[in-house]
């Protein structure tokens, strides 16, 4: 099973939106409502954000939201803010009863 | 507050076996599936396991699939994660987690595993 793919990296200045893109395969992300984002800042644990395309667990704020075309899933981040600079992960179920990862993008806060 | 905590990493010899363990707490973990998740120094995280709140169904990657086993005690509120025939490969941090919506949600701190001669 291979990466899904993001890009290496987005950037934006503060209170602007970035958009990170993810994409698979119909085995996996455009097959299943199971796809979910994580944000991880250096040297910490994965943060669950987006789970089932678009679903925030509670404490998320409502500026993180998910959607969904075909193959690729998307995250959007409005309002940028300097905590927001971390790596993003995406991950989807698959066919196989599996689960596989994004490659991660690095965002930026100018 | 919900939490899970892991341990039982170590540095071993490539061929050798351990076992993780998660301590879950908060939350009775016989009403979720539970993941265990690694991520290798530089590298993102991958999924490495998954079994259901009874322990009638799991789940492996292909990389750990036939070395790996994951196992449960409802009662002690504990995961568990054997692992034998040890990789240089499998070397990285292993988190455990409760899932939410088919997603990871309540990750731990991790538990380094380094596999090396």
């Known amino acids: 099973q291979s990466a899904l793919t993001q890009p290496p990296s987005a950037s934006g200045s503060p209170g602007q939106s970035v958009t990170i893109s993810c994409t698979g395969t119909s085995s996996d992300v455009g097959g299943y409502k199971y796809v979910s984002w994580y944000q991880q800042h250096p040297g910490k644990e994965p943060k669950l954000i987006i789970y089932e395309v678009s679903k925030r667990p509670s404490g998320v704020p409502d500026r993180f939201s998910g959607s969904k075309s075909d193959n690729t899933a998307f995250l959007t981040v409005s309002g940028l803010q300097a905590e927001d600079e971390a790596d993003y992960y995406c991950?989807?179920?698959?066919?196989?009863?599996?689960?596989?990862f994004g490659t991660g993008t690095k965002v930026i806060v100018l | 507050e919900e939490q899970v905590v892991e341990s039982g990493g170590g540095l071993v010899q490539p061929g050798a076996s351990l076992t993780l363990s998660c301590a879950a707490s908060g939350f009775r973990i016989e009403y979720y599936w539970m993941y265990w998740v690694r991520q290798a120094p530089g590298e993102g995280p991958v999924w490495v396991s998954r079994?259901?709140?009874?322990?009638?169904?799991?789940a492996y990657a292909d990389s750990v699939r036939g070395r790996f086993t994951i196992s449960r005690d409802n009662a002690h509120n504990m995961v568990y994660l054997q692992m034998t025939s040890l990789r240089v490969e499998d070397t990285a941090v292993y988190y455990c987690a409760r899932e939410l919506g088919g997603a990871m949600h309540q990750w731990g701190r991790g538990t380094l595993i380094t596999v090396s001669s």
């Open positions: 079994m259901n709140g009874d322990g009638s169904s799991m």
């Open positions: 991950c989807s179920y698959t066919r196989s009863d599996t689960f596989v």
